[in-house]
């Protein structure tokens, strides 16, 4: 059975950093580039970071590039996107996918609040 499972979202402060990951089972997770995306309410969902499958190259939305990192481990299966300097339009269900051609996987998506 496929899962993509994310976890550390929650309520952070702008300025303040945030440590999401996704823990894959199911599938071969090192055959497969991983994405972070994100929907705000009211919003399409938008891709925010991308790892290839060896985890050699990322690539960045411009609204968080030089803020946010994103990281995998193949042999945990495990990807993780360090989010620093967090700002309130970083509020959103962030959701961690699984791409391989058209095989396509999505997690259940992680909750980050943004608030002082």
């Known amino acids: 059975q496929v899962q993509l499972v994310e976890s550390g979202g929650g309520l952070v402060q702008p300025g303040g950093s945030l440590r999401l990951a996704c823990a894959a089972s199911?599938?071969?997770?090192?055959?497969?580039?991983m994405n972070w995306h994100r929907q705000a309410p009211g919003k399409e969902r938008e891709l925010v970071a991308a790892i290839t499958r060896a985890g050699d190259s990322t690539i960045y939305a411009d609204s968080v590039k030089g803020r946010f990192t994103m990281s995998r481990d193949n042999a945990e299966k495990i990807v993780h996107l360090q989010m620093n300097d967090v700002k309130p339009e970083d509020a959103a269900v962030y959701y961690c996918q699984a791409v391989n051609g058209l095989s396509k996987y999505w997690g259940q998506g992680t909750q980050v609040t943004v608030s002082s």
């Open positions: 199911g599938f071969d997770f090192s055959s497969y580039a």
